[in-house]
């Protein structure tokens, strides 16, 4: 299974705007219902996650533009280097950067899970009132702040209401539609807006993007590029010290935790080339150890999604009723697999993906670049996932589980662009709605 997900997500990763919570989280969704063993599904997301944020680094070098959500902090720092002419300099940078961070913070974020462990208890005793600390706390990081803050209450409401009349219908609650529905909520909304008469001059197009290819270099490594090679000693150290500090932290997401890690790397480098690319490694190095992080440390320690990868694109390794649930007593990857399994799983993930992708984006990034931007139909990916939401909603809940989940997608997107509210933040919300909303009314 992980030698799947990284195959898999090392080919999405190429395709540019392919956001881990409307592709990971699907799929990973899709291989619990399967009833694939415990030990395959941390496996096969871990090899995904990682694949892909290795990958995720060339359309961001080579191109100019970001091949996901998190790899936007790279990209200011990859049209510099395209500027001077070093495309290829910038990604080798960031793969390297990527695999040592990865390596490093596995063990990491299982020893800080591992710390915290003996807190589980009493955390579980106060979830409800947990995730509307967590909720609110996501939330002001969210782009909009307290736009998105004071979006909570109205967002939460909805998200009851609708669940209360849903498990009315079918004698069920439902949880898989309205995760799906969150995560396609951007896509909804453009979609509505593109076939409103009145939305669709705010979305204008004048003639089809086109895109320059930076040439390739001649590559000078062997099939498996060292990355202590790859980066200088220095560079090595400070991204090593970044990752075993930012795998410590499982409340901030991997976007401003790249930033923030960029904005204090960078203010003590003044040559601007060792800047530029020593920031090229460290910022994609920040997204592998901050998703790991915010997967493994509340995954082992709580058994509860209280990061917002945890509640994104992780959430079925959380709650994927009726194999996983945190809803009574929490029966998921918490109960099934021990501390140790975690390591080792952890760590042969992120071996499969060094092993198989990491190689394979070094030496030949331009070739898979240019095949994926003349051969594969960005709308015809994109239609792939939704149609597989579809199947998961329908599985679910029917025609009505389908109608939620497109409900949803509609305010999810709604808020994510007028609030500039996350999809961390909505998924916060459901925990609220679905934990916390019923206490206020006995």
Same mark, same amino acid.
């Not at 998190?70 to 002419?85: F, H, K, Q, Y």
């Not at 003590?268 to 530029?276: A, E, F, S, T, W």
């Not at 440390?297 to 959430?315: C, E, M, R």
């Given at each position: 299974?992980?030698?799947?997900?990284?195959?898999?997500?090392?080919?999405?990763?190429?395709?540019?705007?392919?956001?881990?919570?409307?592709?990971?989280?699907?799929?990973?969704?899709?291989?619990?219902?399967?009833?694939?063993?415990?030990?395959?599904?941390?496996?096969?997301?871990?090899?995904?996650?990682?694949?892909?944020?290795?990958?995720?680094?060339?359309?961001?070098?080579?191109?100019?533009?970001?091949?996901?959500?998190?790899?936007?902090?790279?990209?200011?720092?990859?049209?510099?280097?395209?500027?001077?002419?070093?495309?290829?300099?910038?990604?080798?940078?960031?793969?390297?950067?990527?695999?040592?961070?990865?390596?490093?913070?596995?063990?990491?974020?299982?020893?800080?899970?591992?710390?915290?462990?003996?807190?589980?208890?009493?955390?579980?005793?106060?979830?409800?009132?947990?995730?509307?600390?967590?909720?609110?706390?996501?939330?002001?990081?969210?782009?909009?702040?307290?736009?998105?803050?004071?979006?909570?209450?109205?967002?939460?409401?909805?998200?009851?209401?609708?669940?209360?009349?849903?498990?009315?219908?079918?004698?069920?609650?439902?949880?898989?539609?309205?995760?799906?529905?969150?995560?396609?909520?951007?896509?909804?909304?453009?979609? %509505? *807006?593109?076939?409103?008469?009145? +939305?669709?001059?705010?979305? =204008?197009?004048? !003639? #089809?993007? &086109?895109?320059? $290819?930076?040439?390739?270099?001649?590559?000078?490594?062997?099939?498996?590029?060292?990355?202590?090679?790859?980066?200088?000693?220095?560079?090595?150290?400070?991204?090593?010290?970044?990752?075993?500090?930012?795998?410590?932290?499982?409340?901030?997401?991997?976007?401003?935790?790249?930033?923030?890690?960029?904005?204090?790397?960078?203010?003590?480098?003044?040559?601007?080339?060792?800047?530029?690319?020593?920031?090229?490694?460290?910022?994609?190095?920040?997204?592998?150890?901050?998703?790991?992080?915010?997967? %493994? *440390?509340?995954?082992?320690?709580? +058994?509860?999604?209280?990061? =917002?990868?945890? !509640? #994104?694109? &992780?959430?079925? $390794?959380?709650?994927?009723?009726?194999?996983?649930?945190?809803?009574?007593?929490?029966?998921?990857?918490?109960?099934?697999?021990?501390?140790?399994?975690?390591?080792?799983?952890?760590?042969?993930?992120?071996?499969?993906?060094?092993?198989?992708?990491?190689?394979?984006?070094?030496?030949?990034?331009?070739?898979?670049?240019?095949?994926?931007?003349?051969?594969?139909?960005?709308?015809?990916?994109?239609?792939?996932?939704?149609?597989?939401?579809?199947?998961?909603?329908?599985?679910?809940?029917?025609? %009505?589980?389908?109608?939620?989940?497109?409900?949803?997608?509609?305010?999810?997107?709604?808020?994510?662009?007028?609030?500039?509210?996350?999809?961390?933040?909505?998924?916060?919300?459901?925990?609220?709605?679905?934990?916390?909303?019923?206490?206020?009314?006995?």
């Amino acid at each position: 299974m992980g030698l799947t997900g990284a195959l898999v997500f090392a080919g999405i990763g190429l395709v540019s705007g392919t956001d881990e919570t409307s592709t990971l989280g699907p799929l990973t969704l899709l291989v619990v219902l399967l009833g694939v063993p415990p030990a395959g599904v941390i496996t096969f997301f871990l090899a995904g996650a990682v694949a892909k944020h290795m990958t995720h680094a060339i359309p961001t070098t080579l191109l100019g533009i970001p091949g996901d959500t998190t790899a936007v902090p790279l990209l200011e720092d990859a049209r510099a280097m395209r500027r001077i002419g070093a495309p290829h300099i910038a990604l080798r940078k960031a793969l390297a950067g990527g695999l040592l961070s990865a390596a490093i913070a596995v063990p990491v974020s299982v020893g800080v899970a591992s710390l915290l462990a003996p807190f589980a208890e009493p955390v579980q005793e106060v979830i409800p009132y947990v995730f509307v600390a967590v909720a609110l706390l996501v939330a002001y990081f969210s782009p909009g702040r307290w736009a998105a803050v004071a979006g909570l209450a109205p967002f939460t409401l909805a998200i009851a209401a609708l669940s209360g009349f849903a498990q009315g219908v079918l004698d069920k609650p439902l949880s898989i539609s309205f995760f799906l529905g969150i995560a396609i909520g951007p896509l909804v909304i453009d979609l %509505l *807006i593109a076939g409103s008469r009145s +939305g669709r001059g705010t979305l =204008p197009r004048s !003639a #089809g993007k &086109a895109f320059s $290819l930076a040439p390739e270099a001649v590559a000078s490594y062997r099939w498996f590029p060292n990355p202590f090679r790859v980066l200088t000693r220095r560079q090595a150290g400070t991204t090593a010290a970044v990752a075993a500090v930012t795998s410590t932290t499982f409340m901030l997401s991997p976007v401003a935790t790249a930033v923030m890690a960029g904005e204090v790397v960078g203010a003590r480098i003044k040559h601007p080339y060792q800047r530029l690319s020593t920031l090229m490694s460290v910022k994609n190095g920040t997204t592998e150890s901050t998703y790991i992080a915010e997967t %493994l *440390i509340p995954l082992i320690a709580f +058994g509860l999604p209280l990061s =917002p990868v945890a !509640a #994104g694109p &992780a959430a079925a $390794l959380f709650n994927a009723p009726p194999v996983f649930t945190v809803e009574g007593r929490v029966h998921n990857l918490h109960t099934l697999l021990s501390t140790w399994q975690f390591l080792v799983f952890g760590l042969l993930a992120v071996a499969i993906a060094a092993l198989v992708v990491y190689p394979l984006a070094m030496r030949h990034a331009r070739t898979a670049s240019a095949w994926v931007a003349r051969r594969i139909s960005h709308e015809a990916l994109i239609g792939a996932f939704a149609g597989l939401i579809c199947v998961v909603a329908w599985y679910e809940g029917g025609v %009505l589980g389908l109608l939620v989940t497109v409900a949803v997608g509609a305010l999810a997107g709604a808020f994510h662009r007028l609030l500039g509210m996350t999809s961390g933040a909505q998924y916060m919300a459901f925990y609220v709605a679905t934990l916390f909303v019923p206490l206020l009314t006995t």
